[in-house]
């Protein structure tokens, strides 16, 4: 048997609401060393260009003696023009939605992700 319920508005018919939902997000851009686990990362407002190159920047202040290998997906600002790699950082970029090449999403799902990253950085190093 159906449940009778109050409605604001005629079936069919979504309600009109005179507020925009706002919702408080950031996006959070990160490193990680394969062999040892060490990590980095940075919190930004806004996933672009300029962020991803502030990132670059803080990223290779903090690692400024040591080959920075960077497997990426093919986000559009990762490939940007106006793009400066610093010294010491080479990026590597895969096809998208391929889980098997998206460290990002299984480095932090644990030692599997882990293992693929240590693969590929010594296969590249």
């Known amino acids: 048997m159906p449940i009778k319920r109050r409605r604001i508005t005629a079936p069919g018919t979504k309600p009109i609401s005179g507020q925009k939902p706002s919702y408080d997000s950031f996006y959070l851009y990160g490193a ?53 790699l610093p010294a010491g950082a080479r990026a590597y970029l895969f096809a998208a939605l391929q889980p098997r090449t998206q460290p990002r999403r ?3 799902g644990g030692a599997q992700g882990a293992a693929f990253l240590r693969a590929v950085y010594l296969g590249l190093a």
């Open 32 to 84: 990680i060393e394969p062999e040892t686990g060490q990590r980095f990362f940075l919190e930004q407002e806004r996933l672009n260009t300029d962020g991803y190159q502030f990132f670059l920047d803080q990223f290779s202040r903090a690692f400024p003696h040591s080959l920075n290998v960077l497997v990426l997906d093919n986000g559009s600002f990762h490939k940007a023009k106006r793009l400066r």
């Open 106 to 108: 299984t480095v932090l």
